[in-house]
């Protein structure tokens, strides 16, 4: 049975810094591609940040690059990001999926959930002004 167990959410105040962590049992996150996605209150899930199979390429969105790094830790099966300079504005229930490695036509297109085929549940961050 595959599960992604996120950690490390918590109330932080804007400026400040969180790192989450996913944990997966049940597959390699080795061979596949990670990424972290985040919901607030009454908006859409966002791409948040992504990282591949191979060679640790990453990718984020606008609204955090510079600010968080998504990174992995293979002998831990566990995928982390590293959120610095935290604004208001980055609530949300953040979430760990991750989706197949390897070469596919056309692209994979981390800011689709639709490519992914595992979830966690999810942590809440809170980021007071």
């Known amino acids: 049975q595959v599960q992604l167990v996120e950690s490390g959410g918590g109330l932080v105040q804007a400026g400040g810094s969180l790192r989450l962590s996913c944990a997966a049992s049940?597959?390699?996150?080795?061979?596949?591609?990670v990424a972290w996605f985040r919901q607030a209150p009454g908006k859409d899930r966002e791409f948040v940040a992504g990282?591949?199979?191979?060679?640790?390429?990453?990718f984020y969105a606008d609204s955090v690059k510079g600010r968080f790094t998504i990174s992995r830790d293979g002998t831990k099966n566990t995928v982390y990001l590293q959120m610095n300079s935290l604004k208001p504005e980055d609530a949300a229930v953040y979430y760990c999926?991750?989706?197949?490695?390897?070469?596919?036509?056309?692209?994979?297109?981390?800011?689709?959930?639709?490519?992914?085929?595992?979830w966690g549940q999810g942590t809440q961050v809170t980021v007071s002004s």
């Open positions: 990282i591949r199979s191979s060679g640790g390429v990453t």
């Open positions: 999926t991750s989706g197949p490695g390897g070469f596919r036509p056309g692209g994979f297109r981390y800011s689709d959930q639709g490519e992914y085929d595992y």
């Open positions: 049940g597959l390699a996150f080795s061979n596949r591609r």
